[in-house]
């Protein structure tokens, strides 16, 4: 029992170091900021311009490339055409299915380290929803040392599954959780007083 007991706090320690691990560096847009990354300040259209369509999902405002709501300018890509992922979306996702780690594949954007995590919180869910009828089938032929150790280990994998789950949109709410590029998501009720109507000429 004290090995299972020491085994479960290792592995939630295992994917609590994970987690912090895979995060990125980030920053919050401001519409009065010109959103560029570090790699971004050498290129062409880096940050000055002279005309709309030298900055792509933007429009040239005093020689600066401004983009539209919910595009940023993102490290080594052309001017403002990294589209974000939204809070909203996010939320609802991670809310109604976040306990099988769906939010974690929709916010990935092919990073390993998300696709990663998710497929460990849907284990880790499986596992609930698994185990616990595997306990109650045939009750009665088990020995009570089976029913205590799988009991105990159904308990941690729901709480552990509770608590990511619960972590994870309460860090989308907070504006703490980006996608897999280290972006931050498109916030809701952002008043960007830069956006206007994108046009093609």
Known sequence: MRKTIYLVILVNFT???????IAHKHFVPRPDKVHLGPLAYPRRWGHWCSDDSECG???????????????IT????????????T????????FFVGTLGIDWFVLSRGNAGYIIAGIVKLLISLGCFIGWPLLFVSRSKKSRKYIAINSFINAILTAASVIWWLTDWIRILANVFYDGNGAPLQRWGYDYYYNRIPYRV
């Not at 994917?15 to 691990?21: G, M, R």
């Not at 999902?57 to 595009?71: K, P, S, V």
Request: proline share 0%; charged share 10%.
């Open 74 to 85: 993102w490290h080594f890509m052309e001017t403002c055409t990294y589209q974000q992922r």
């Open 15 to 21: 994917i609590l170091a994970f987690e912090t691990s």
């Open 87 to 94: 809070k909203l979306t996010a939320f609802l996702v991670s």
């Open 57 to 71: 999902l933007g429009f040239c405002q005093a020689y600066i490339c401004q983009c539209y709501y919910g595009y």
